[in-house]
């Protein structure tokens, strides 16, 4: 397995990024929020998770450890698969994770993409003894500050997500005055604020 991925960012995408190890390119695929801590030519230390199927090898990335074992616990859980399991590290933390599922929270889970009433409550009870009480006492879910433009970083999230593109167009104009009034935008809280717009909508 390979355990962690160190060296220069030689590429961002709005998914992804390509780690320079040794003379070779490794893509690896992160949330917005991991991918917002990076900088291109600058050196960059992922947690990694390979998934191996049929027909692929992909690296998924972790801004540490915790977030990777969270990752690899929740695809435990039936019909969860790597990219579930990473929607739902977009919208949550780790630890908002373990409180929700500690706390019975159905609501917080439907907020992400592709996880309904019916399937929050079968999460709950599945992943009940496996992903542990929370560490922390709180905060914010998630939020790196953004320095790139924040609109442009949020469409990319939201149509990693799997939004349509006019979903996401919606989504990042109702939550512009709540960026405009941050000192720095965050794209942490602007993803959980857009999804609850775009919940609201469906």
Not at 116 to 141: C, F, M, S, Y
């Amino acid at each position: 397995m390979i355990a962690f991925v160190s060296g220069p960012v030689a590429a961002l995408a709005p998914d992804a990024a390509v780690v320079e190890v040794g003379g070779v390119g490794m893509a690896v695929q992160c949330t917005p929020n991991t991918l917002s801590t990076l900088r291109l030519g600058q050196q960059a230390k992922l947690a990694t998770s390979l998934v191996v199927r049929e027909d692929s090898l992909t690296l998924y990335g972790f801004a540490d450890d915790d977030e990777r074992q969270t990752f690899e616990l929740l695809q435990t859980a039936s019909g969860v698969g790597p990219r579930l399991a990473q929607a739902m590290l977009a919208v949550h933390s780790p630890d908002a994770l373990r409180r929700a599922v500690s706390t019975g929270d159905e609501k917080s889970l439907t907020a992400v993409p592709g996880i309904g009433k019916k399937g929050a409550q079968k999460l709950l009870l599945e992943l009940k003894d496996r992903l542990g009480e929370p560490l922390g006492t709180g905060g914010p879910a998630i939020g790196a500050p953004v320095t790139q433009g924040w609109r442009d970083q949020l469409h990319a999230a939201l149509i990693g997500l799997g939004y349509a593109t006019r979903e996401a167009d919606e989504a990042v104009t109702a939550v512009a005055p709540q960026a405009e009034a941050m000192e720095s935008p965050q794209v942490g809280p602007l993803l959980k604020a857009a999804l609850q717009t775009l919940n609201r909508t469906r």
